[in-house]
C-alpha cells in the first residue's frame, strides 16, 4: 500500500474533512478554531461563499487558459483590480504559482536588470525550498541541510532581533544596518549587488517585525547604491499585518513586490509587482510556467480581494490582533517560560525561552500539542521551533479570539504542569 511520504511532517495529527470560516471539522464533525489558516492562505476564511461561487463559476466556464498560449479575463481583471492596492508605480505585473516561484522570478529579474550577482538576503529570512529560494533562505538548517551546494551569490546579514540579544529596538536596528554595511566594504562590493531580498514580519524565522527604521534604512542604502529592493510578502501582504502590505508600516517603496498566500483564498497563485522601466529589462522568454496565472486561481484572487474590500478585513486584522496581543500578553504575565509575545497585526508569536534565555523548544511544542487537543489549530515557527505562532483567517471576530487566547491559556497551563 502506498503512504506518504515520511519527509512529510505534519504537526498536528487531524484529518480535515472540511472547512467552514475560521473553523476545520475532522471526520468526526469536531470543531477545531483554526488559528493557522493553512500558513496563513485562507485570508477570506475557509470556504468562504462568495471565493467558492467565483471559482465554481469559473471552473464551468475555463479551467486553464495558458497564459503565454492564450490570455483570459479573469488574470486581466485581476491584474487592473491588484493595480489599485499595489504600491504606486509597481504595476506591471508577473503570475506564478507558488511563493518560491515568484522569489525566483524576482531574483531572476533583478539579476537581469542590473546585471550584478549578488542577492543579501537576512540570517533567519524565509523566502522558499526550491533551490534557488532555498538558497535565500536560513530560518532553519531543516531548509538546506544536506542539499547543498546552493546557489552561489547570496550573502546573509543579520536581520534586527532585538529579543534574541536583550538590546533595544534602535541597538538592534543600529547593529544590523552597521553589519550591512560592513558587509557591502568586505564580502558583496555595491557594484556586484542586485538586491536586498527581506520580509516586513520575518514569518518562519520566528515572527519578528522589521522596525521601520530598519526598512527605511535599507530603502536608503538601495537608493544609494542603485540596488533593488525585493520586499517579500508572501505571507505578509493582502491585508495579515493590519495594513494592506506589511512595508506599509515602515512608508517605504518596494522596487519589486511579491504576492502569494493570502492572494487567492487556498488557490495557488503568486505574482511579482514592479514598475515598468523594470520589468521590461527581463530577458524576453526568461519567465514563465505552465500554471502560472491559473484561470481559477485569478477569479478566486479577485473574490478574495472583494472581500478583503467589502468585509474591511485588513481593519478587522488590526483590530483582532491588537485584541489577541492583548491577551497573549495577559497569559504570558501569568507564565514567565513565555518571554516574548509579539507581532503586526494578526501575525502573533509568542517565543518559550528558559529562566537563563535560552530557547525552550519542549515547552513550546508541548503547548503547541497540547492546545490542539484541546481544539486550537497553531503553528510553531524559529529556528529552534520554540516560538507559536497564531495566523488566524482575517475574518476572525472577536470572540474567536478570546476562545482562543482562553483555550491557549489551559494549553500553556497544561504545557507548564
Ligand atoms: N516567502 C515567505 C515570506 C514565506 O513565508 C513563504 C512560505 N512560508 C515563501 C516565501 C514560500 O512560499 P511557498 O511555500 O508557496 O513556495
Excluded at 508572501?234 to 506589511?246: I, K, P
Aim: net charge negative.
Amino acid at each position: 500500500m502506498a503512504e506518504l511520504s515520511p519527509v512529510l511532517k505534519q504537526a498536528t495529527p487531524v484529518l480535515a474533512a472540511r472547512g467552514e470560516g475560521v473553523y476545520l471539522y475532522d471526520e468526526q464533525d469536531r470543531r477545531y478554531l483554526d488559528f493557522t489558516a493553512g500558513i496563513g492562505v485562507t485570508s477570506t476564511g475557509h470556504c468562504h461563499p462568495r471565493v467558492v461561487e467565483a471559482a465554481q463559476h469559473q471552473v464551468g466556464t475555463l479551467i486553464h487558459g495558458q497564459y503565454t498560449t492564450v490570455m483570459h479575463r479573469p488574470l486581466l481583471r485581476l491584474t487592473e483590480r491588484l493595480g489599485e492596492v499595489l504600491p504606486a508605480g509597481l504595476d506591471r505585473l508577473f503570475y506564478v504559482n507558488s511563493g518560491s516561484e515568484a522569489v525566483e522570478a524576482s531574483v531572476r529579474l533583478a539579476r537581469q536588470a542590473t546585471g550584478r550577482q549578488s542577492i543579501v538576503a537576512f540570517q533567519g529570512g524565509f523566502h522558499g525550498r526550491t533551490m534557488g529560494a532555498g538558497s535565500l533562505t536560513s530560518s532553519g538548517v531543516k531548509v538546506r541541510a544536506g542539499i547543498g551546494p546552493m546557489m552561489p551569490g547570496v550573502v546573509f546579514t543579520p536581520f534586527p532581533e532585538a529579543y534574541r540579544h536583550r538590546s533595544s529596538e534602535a541597538e538592534a536596528v543600529r547593529f544590523a544596518l552597521a553589519e550591512f554595511d560592513q558587509m557591502l566594504v568586505t564580502v558583496s562590493s555595491p557594484r556586484d549587488t542586485a538586491a536586498i531580498i527581506v520580509e516586513p514580519v520575518l514569518g518562519e524565522g520566528g515572527y519578528i517585525p522589521a522596525p521601520p527604521e530598519f526598512l527605511t534604512g535599507l530603502r536608503e542604502r538601495a537608493d544609494r547604491h542603485g540596488i533593488l529592493l525585493i520586499v517579500d510578502e508572501v505571507q505578509t501582504g493582502v491585508g495579515r499585518t493590519g495594513r494592506f502590505w506589511g512595508h506599509d508600516h515602515a512608508g517605504i517603496r518596494p522596487d519589486i513586490l511579491i504576492t502569494a498566500k493570502g492572494l487567492a483564498s487556498g488557490f495557488p497563485l503568486s505574482a511579482i509587482a514592479a514598475p515598468e522601466e523594470l520589468m521590461s529589462k527581463a530577458w524576453p522568454g526568461s519567465q514563465g510556467g505552465t500554471y502560472g496565472g491559473n484561470a481559477v486561481a485569478a477569479a478566486a484572487a479577485l473574490a478574495t480581494l472583494d472581500v478583503v474590500r467589502d468585509e474591511r478585513l485588513v481593519e478587522n486584522a488590526a483590530e483582532q490582533g491588537a485584541r489577541l496581543q492583548e491577551g497573549l500578553r495577559k497569559v504570558a504575565a501569568e507564565h514567565p517560560v513565555i518571554g516574548d509575545v509579539r507581532g503586526l497585526g494578526l501575525m502573533v508569536g509568542n517565543e518559550f525561552s528558559t529562566s537563563d534565555g535560552a530557547p525552550d523548544t519542549e515547552t513550546a511544542t508541548r503547548a503547541h500539542q497540547a492546545a490542539a487537543k484541546r481544539g486550537l489549530l497553531l503553528l510553531t515557527c524559529g529556528p529552534y521551533g520554540n516560538v507559536v505562532r497564531m495566523i488566524p483567517p482575517l475574518i476572525v471576530t472577536a470572540e474567536q479570539v478570546d476562545d482562543a487566547v482562553a483555550l491557549w491559556a489551559e494549553a500553556v497551563q497544561d504545557a507548564v504542569s
